[in-house]
């Protein structure tokens, strides 16, 4: 069985790319799914990429916004 890597906070924020406030906000309304030992919260990397995907915006062929 494949050992799956767990990241603190800090390094979630970094892996998503996003300020620890938001990650903070993201633990507190439960959008994503952690571990907590005490004080401490661990969030799955495969957990994270299944966040991120699930926040995924297509873009529409023909679109030219950009």
Do not use: Q
């Amino acid at each position: 069985m494949e050992e799956e890597t767990l990241m603190d906070l800090k390094e979630f924020c970094k892996f998503i790319n996003a300020k620890m406030s938001k990650g903070r906000k993201m633990i507190f309304n439960k959008e994503i799914t952690y571990y907590k030992c005490g004080s401490l919260i661990r969030i799955k990397k495969s957990d994270a990429i299944k966040w991120l995907n699930s926040n995924l915006v297509s873009a529409r062929k023909g679109d030219s916004n950009v």
